[in-house]
């Protein structure tokens, strides 16, 4: 069986993470002699508006996290639409692993699925996700945190900066 990756894509989200997610999952890699993800994007709304001003008809809707192993959430808009929060919410509770890229964390966190979690976020971000989210254990200086279930990345950016700085 194909693992299911599905990527949630709601108004404003960014559109360099959905781009990663669809070089990672979504491109066929037969070179490899295996069977690679069956990677899905679903709007919250259909069509969704991207960060940058174009619009994207994503093929599905929410209704395809219901049987997802895995949901992405890009960096998105740091109130997602409530219907977001509640399929998050639902997908983690069966036991979907969650990975959010950058700001996407703001909605995990919303879900509550970052409660009692390490987690990180786009480094512009981190204090705010700290503030708002009492709850999470939130990390300043990581690019990931890997917590079994619940995956967050913080964003280029800084790892780039840090490596910058090392020389």
């Known amino acids: 069986m194909v693992h299911r990756v599905v990527t ?3 108004p ?3 559109a360099f993470d959905l781009a990663v997610a669809c070089e990672v999952f979504g491109l066929r ?10 990677h899905r994007l679903a709007g919250v709304v259909r069509p969704v508006v991207v960060n940058g001003g174009f619009t994207l008809d994503p093929p599905f809707g929410l209704e395809a996290i219901e049987d997802a192993d895995t949901v992405l959430v890009p960096a998105c808009p740091h109130v ?3 219907t ?3 399929a998050l919410r639902a997908a983690y ?3 979907a692993r969650m990975v959010s890229f950058c700001g996407g964390a703001f909605a995990l966190a919303m ?11 786009h480094w512009m971000d981190i204090d705010d996700l700290a503030r708002r989210f009492p709850k999470v254990r939130v990390e300043t200086d990581v690019l990931y945190v890997d917590e079994d279930q619940v995956l967050t990345s913080e964003g280029l950016r800084r790892a780039r900066l840090r490596t910058e700085s090392t020389g």
């Open 8 to 10: 949630v894509l709601s």
């Open 12 to 14: 404003g989200v960014n």
């Open 29 to 38: 890699r037969p070179e490899l002699g295996v069977e690679w993800y069956d």
């Open 80 to 82: 997602p639409p409530t």
């Open 84 to 86: 977001m929060v509640e």
């Open 93 to 95: 509770e069966r036991g």
């Open 111 to 121: 879900a509550g699925i970052l409660d009692g979690r390490r987690a990180t976020t």
